[in-house]
């Protein structure tokens, strides 16, 4: 059964940091562009950064710069480096195949709040 588990979200200020995780198991993510997702009460989900088999990225303007994407091949995890958090980056993220249509996990939620 494929399966992804996101965590280390939590509560930060504006400015600062997070790292996200995403543990996949029942498929091997290093096959598969992997990509991070957010949604945001009321919004629909968005791909915010993803991350080829050969390692290229790729990221929304609302991120670029500040969100890198990486990952661990043989921990079959993929990471979210998450700096400069905003206000608006307040959202449960998930991590999902770009081109896979398995079940989404639950997300980490993420609040930025002063």
């Known amino acids: 059964q494929v399966q992804f588990v996101e965590s280390g979200g939590g509560l930060v200020q504006p400015g600062g940091s997070l790292r996200l995780s995403c543990a996949a198991s029942g498929i091997n993510a290093s096959d598969y562009t992997m990509g991070w997702y957010r949604q945001a009460p009321g919004n629909q989900r968005e791909l915010v950064a993803g991350i080829t088999r050969d390692y290229r990225t790729h990221y929304s303007d609302s991120v670029k710069g500040r969100f890198t994407i990486s990952r661990d091949n043989a921990k079959n995890t993929v990471y979210l480096q998450m700096n400069s958090l905003k206000l608006e980056d307040t959202a449960v993220y998930y991590c999902?195949?770009?081109?896979?249509?398995?079940?989404w996990g639950q997300g980490t939620q993420v609040t930025v709040s002063s």
């Open positions: 999902h195949p770009i081109s896979r249509v398995d079940p």
